[in-house]
């Protein structure tokens, strides 16, 4: 499919469309690209939806913030507000993954009106650790590997990943894949150092004035401890009327699987939308 540039804030933002139908707007995480929400799946497509993907801000083949500084949430949301806009979409199902699902957050409880159904992927922000400097500084150690030896600098300072043997070779092949489809790593870099320090929202309790019918995915902690599923769990229970779906013990996560990940956003557009 074409791509398109929608230009907002001084960025160009590389998005894309594909099929027709309720419109579903898919935010991928933090170092990762558009195609990291439902990994490649057309089940979204084929099913009479309008998907739309973009890279975020200084991610894949976007273009870097014009400040360094400028990779916080409220530009995450007001971009995807401009990207709405742009394509003339009045109200979308918004599935995000991590960061991505902060932004999806943040657009909820700014513009609730632009938001028909949310789909929160593996959320990872929790308000009590925003500050907390050991957490700080491996997000700080992994951009200045990045900066400074791309790729390898990053997995260096990643490290050994926290998951069972079964999933490592799993988790860094994904990692390097997804670094490499960044035209500016400089600019991941930035990012690396903004958004773990940025707030989505206060506390937890905020997420009480979300109206939009939500649907919150956990993944179990064993393949993904960065994203703990008792904060995913806190996340449904503080939006009013969320569904949690939780991985079953031992299976592949359901956010690693981009068809089954694409049906639960199906049936959140076909609720919403109707």
């Known amino acids: 499919m074409p791509e398109l540039l929608i230009e907002h804030g001084g ?59 400028s ?22 199902v918004v599935a995000g993954a991590s960061m991505g699902a902060h932004t999806a957050l943040w657009l909820a409880l700014h513009r609730p009106d632009r938001v028909a159904a949310l789909v929160v992927i593996t959320p990872g922000y929790d ?3 925003v500050e907390d400097g050991d ?19 990053f997995l260096e300072a990643y490290g050994e990943p926290r998951v069972p043997e079964a999933w490592r070779e799993t988790v860094i092949g994904a990692i390097r894949q997804r670094m490499a489809l960044h035209e500016h790593p400089e600019a991941v870099a930035d990012a690396l150092k903004v958004v773990p320090r940025s707030r989505p929202f206060g506390e937890l309790e905020e997420l009480s004035d979300i109206p939009a019918p939500t649907v919150v995915i956990a993944s179990a902690d064993e393949p993904d401890p960065e994203h703990p599923q008792a904060l995913a769990q806190a996340y449904a229970e503080a939006i009013p009327g969320a569904r949690l779906i939780a991985d079953r013990p031992g299976r592949s996560p359901l956010a690693w699987q981009g068809s089954q990940l694409s049906k639960v956003i199906a049936s959140a557009a076909g609720d919403a939308f109707g």
């Open 71 to 92: 990779y916080g949430y409220e530009e995450l949301g007001e971009d995807l507000v401009a990207v709405l806009d742009e394509l003339e979409i009045e109200r979308a």
């Open 11 to 69: 960025v160009s933002l590389a998005a894309e469309t594909a099929g027709w139908g309720p419109p579903v707007v898919l935010l991928h995480g933090l170092t990762a690209t558009r195609r990291y929400v439902v990994m490649g799946s057309k089940a979204l497509e084929r099913s009479n939806h309008n998907v739309i993907a973009y890279d975020a801000r200084g991610h894949g083949r976007s273009s870097p913030a014009p400040d360094a500084r």
């Open 127 to 129: 308000p009590a650790a």
């Open 135 to 153: 957490r700080l500084a491996r997000w700080d150690a992994l951009s200045e590997g990045l900066r400074d030896r791309g790729v390898e600098g």
